[in-house]
């Protein structure tokens, strides 16, 4: 099993999204779009939120070492900018 290889050797880097990686790319840019800056904050907050999900999904059940890697870079790209 290589990096970028499931155990089966599939290529397992670009894959179809699943809904939290669709989650996160309409609530982000529905929060460029919001004229309120109280919505486009809470829209944003929605979007993190899915991202959130889908890198822990990544981590715990990601295929190759490729997607749990990006799964966890992601999990602390977030960790400290909500901590900045």
């Known amino acids: 099993m290589g990096f970028f ?7 397992t880097v670009a ?3 699943n809904a939290p990686i669709l989650g996160w790319a ?8 919001a ?8 829209l944003r907050r929605a979007s993190d ?9 990544e981590v715990v059940s990601g295929r190759s070492g490729f997607r749990r890697s990006a ?4 999990l602390s790209w977030l960790w400290r900018r909500a901590n900045a």
């Open 5 to 11: 290889t499931d155990s089966l050797g599939r290529q």
């Open 15 to 17: 894959q179809k999204p």
């Open 26 to 33: 309409a609530l982000g840019a529905a929060s460029f779009m």
């Open 35 to 42: 004229l309120d800056e109280q919505n486009r904050q809470r």
């Open 49 to 57: 939120a899915c991202l959130a999900v889908w890198a822990v999904l």
């Open 71 to 74: 799964g966890a870079l992601t």
